[in-house]
């Protein structure tokens, strides 16, 4: 079958430990993340949402398999735009090794579909996303252009 | 078939002009890139050399392009497999306060072994860069390099 596949690889001083809170703990992630907050359990089977700061939901799915700190699989479909909505359920995983004095983050987002206008979209957002995650753990400071909400999804 | 080619794109908190240096200059891609330097007088037709401390050189080719602090395009072989050659793009571009760099490895020959490498090697090496620019100190993860 058909899939679309986006994957980045970083690599950040920092700790598994670390690296694992700042990927899934809100006030982390709204310094890198757009502004955005992540909610969940974070258990197998639980829902899993993305918050944009006015409370909307702009993505929503569930959780795959949780490893703190090593490995973390989700079910992500985009809720705010009817194109990318349409699309259904994508999968995100961040799969988190060590490699000498720094940890090896991989994260890989598929859909089962040919062209999908969703991998495309968060293709764009990722290298930015964990641009100023790398920051943020190594220099205390992320990227100023990752604080601000955007409306979302860019590329479309 | 489908051509291989990889793209790896960095946002990093520095300016074009101090990006171009750590890319071109030896003192600077020591501290960041397995220890390494890029060797060259940067001009068109020039060649430039990818050398270790003890002198060996791993990876040598021309530059095909060169605009200092935007644009970097060197054609990229190994010393043993000089037939195996492929090439590499390098774009700075100013985004706000920020530096988008973009390294581009694609043109490989059929059945090159180079693409492999790389894809191991570029995260790695612009993951270090980012880390040098930003911190004053590059990644130690090139072992087994």
Redesign the interface.
């Known amino acids: 079958m058909q899939k679309s596949t986006f994957m980045y690889v970083t690599y950040i001083r920092t700790t598994p430990e670390k690296l694992w809170a700042a990927l899934t703990q809100p006030e982390f992630t709204r310094q890198y993340f757009f502004n955005t907050t992540q909610e969940s359990e974070w258990k197998p089977g639980a829902s899993w949402k993305m918050k944009a700061p006015d409370g909307s939901t702009t993505d929503g799915g569930e959780v795959i398999e949780i490893d703190p700190p090593n490995r973390l699989v989700l079910k992500w479909r985009h809720e705010l735009k009817p194109e990318l909505h349409a699309e259904g359920y994508s999968h995100m995983t961040y799969l988190i090794e060590k490699a000498g004095t720094a940890v090896k983050l991989t994260v890989t987002h598929e859909m089962d579909k040919a062209g999908s206008k969703l991998i495309e979209g968060v293709g764009h957002g990722w290298p930015t996303i964990l641009a100023s995650l790398k920051s943020l753990l190594e220099t205390g400071q992320p990227l100023e252009e990752t604080r601000q909400w955007k409306g979302g999804c860019k590329g479309e | 078939m489908k051509k291989q080619k990889l793209v790896y794109?960095?946002?990093?908190?520095s300016t074009p002009k101090k990006t171009w240096d750590a890319i071109t200059k030896p003192e600077f891609t020591r501290q960041y890139w397995a220890g390494l330097a890029n060797v060259s007088d940067w001009k068109k037709g020039a060649k430039w050399e990818h050398i270790t401390k003890k002198n060996e050189v791993w990876v040598l080719g021309k530059v095909v392009e060169c605009t200092p602090a935007k644009r970097l395009v060197l054609t990229w072989a190994d010393p043993d497999q000089l037939k195996d050659v492929s090439r590499v793009t390098f774009e700075i571009e100013k985004?706000?306060?920020?530096v988008g760099l973009t390294v581009t490895h694609d043109n490989f020959k059929a059945g090159s072994k180079m693409a492999g490498k790389v894809s191991w090697g570029w995260?790695?090496v612009l993951?270090?860069l980012?880390?040098f620019l930003?911190?004053g100190?590059g990644?130690?993860?090139?072992?087994g390099c």
């Open positions: 794109t960095t946002f990093i908190k985004v706000e306060d920020l995260p790695r993951s270090s980012k880390s930003e911190t100190e990644l130690n993860i090139f072992a």
